[in-house]
């Protein structure tokens, strides 16, 4: 398949990823670096391999602005393996944190604590509107560990425009679905989350972002793959780590870098799709988003039709037109169009010209 058969992909996760990573790969496939070899077939212990993962961790100390005080973990098992293993790691017996729950990943986060019999509070929420809204001015609980967010809800189509005040309790947040999305102050926060298959490259691991005061907490009497020390003290190499993973996210990172221009530019492109996007919608009586306005998400742009017979056919023929993965969360309906980093204003503005069309036949 050539490249000009490519649809535009809107997928929540598995997504996108950009063209010029791919097709990086698969000019390097059968032989990476001179090695004779394809990334799938060399050693993790391996000089190629060492470079392409010390290479992943100084771009996203780079792109982040970290200081020497945090570490940058990949580990398997994805966001959700870290609901359990940030409590079992942070928390000992007398310690408390606070959760704030904004939707179905936060609530998971919660009761893999809840579940290890830890001490949790949950803080704020926003579950009586169906998820619909980031909340406001919370009371965190100065004495706690730490205080746990979710950053952007991938399947309600919300995100903190602005992280909360603490009061100095470190943030942990789950950034699975906007890290990379836009600059933002890391110091605010002792531990970041991502799972990889949203925004900086494809399923098989978790980059985890530790700080020093946070990771002298974890306890030794926990297993050792469960332990974010085994993996700070290894170069997340004590065991097999996926290798095409993180050689895939360390091209998107220099994607990042070097073709769009950082953070800053990247958050500009995010903010130009979401205004293009949402202004449509604003002005259109036929598609509604389902976020409150000031908690919109510019990663997945939530909406409904008129009737769900409507968000069939809209799916259906958006399909046939080259418009993919628009169908809303299994659990929630209606439609979603995630716009991750590496989806384009071009595609952007296809799927509005798409929307248009459909109403105007449809309404
Ligand atoms: C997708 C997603 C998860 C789950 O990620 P897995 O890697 O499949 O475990 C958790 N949190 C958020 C915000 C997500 O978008």
Known sequence: MSSNQRIYNFNAGPAALPLPVLET??????NFAGSGMSITEISHRSKWFDDVINDAVLRVKRILKLDDRYHVLFIQGGASMQFCMIPMNLLGSGDTADYVNTGTWSTKAIKEAQSQGKTITVVASSEDKNFSYIPKSINFDPKAVYAH??????????QWADFPDTGGVPLVADMSSDIFSRPFDVN????????????????GVCMVIIRDDLLARTPKDIPTMLRYTTFSESNSMYNTPPCFTIYTIQLVLKWLEETIGGLGKMAEINREKGELLYGFMDQSGFYKGTAEKDSRSLMNVTFRLPSEDLEKKFVAEATANGLGGLK????????????????????VTALVNFMKEFEKKNS
């Open 328 to 347: 809303g969360h299994r659990s929630v309906g209606g439609c979603r169009a995630s716009i991750y980093n590496p989806t384009s204003l071009e595609a």
């Open 149 to 158: 967010i979710t950053s952007n809800n991938t399947i309600k189509g919300t």
């Open 25 to 30: 790969i698969q000019k390097e496939f059968l």
């Open 188 to 203: 605010k926060f002792g531990l970041i989350y991502a799972g990889t298959q949203k925004n900086m490259g494809p399923a």
